[in-house]
């Protein structure tokens, strides 16, 4: 029995040392082993956006993109509005690889004949002056349609602005 006590005292100290031993290693490999990699991240926040639509339009958000080519300016005056259509586009003068928000502005079936109707985005930073992009202009025609529509666009630049922000587009 006393030999039976010493290989078990043995068996348990070497194991001990063994499994202490590769603890510390695993440990040890880890924390050389390991780097810090540190990155900044920037979020663009928005406050919150209003779309005030009026005499009988419809407008729907569709949100921000960054141009993939330049454009001239459409629909600039009651003179020579854009039309309501199917594809149709009112915009301001875009450049390439800037950022340009998009509303599309629908006709219903009581929308007024023959009008001309003018949008306006407003795009406010926080604690920062507003600045007022378009206007763009639209006529509806004889013919009144829900599915004629036209996508205004205006060209905001070449970044966003500062975060966070609000915008307001106004349709009248």
């Not at 900044?40 to 993109?65: H, M, P, R």
Request: with cysteine; aromatic share 8%.
């Amino acid at each position: 029995m006393n030999k039976m006590s010493k290989i078990h005292k043995r068996l348990r100290r070497t194991f001990t040392w063994y499994l202490s031993s590769k603890i510390v290693l695993a440990l040890l490999i880890v924390a050389v082993s390991a780097t810090t990699i540190v990155t900044s991240t920037t979020y663009q926040a928005e406050i919150g956006g209003e779309l005030n639509v009026t005499n009988s339009l419809v407008a729907v958000d569709k949100g921000f993109f960054v141009a993939s080519s330049s454009a001239g300016a459409a629909g600039t005056s009651c003179g020579s509005p854009t039309v309501f259509g199917v594809d149709t586009v009112a915009n301001t003068g875009i450049t390439q690889q800037d950022l340009v928000y998009d509303v599309q502005v629908n006709e219903t079936s009581i929308t007024n004949i023959n009008t001309c109707y003018k949008a306006t985005l407003v795009v406010t930073p926080n604690g920062a002056a507003a600045t007022t992009y378009g206007p763009v202009y639209m006529n509806t025609t004889i013919s009144i349609l829900s599915t004629l529509r036209i996508d205004c666009q205006f060209d905001i630049g070449a970044s966003a602005p500062s975060s966070p922000y609000s915008f307001q587009l106004t349709v009248k």
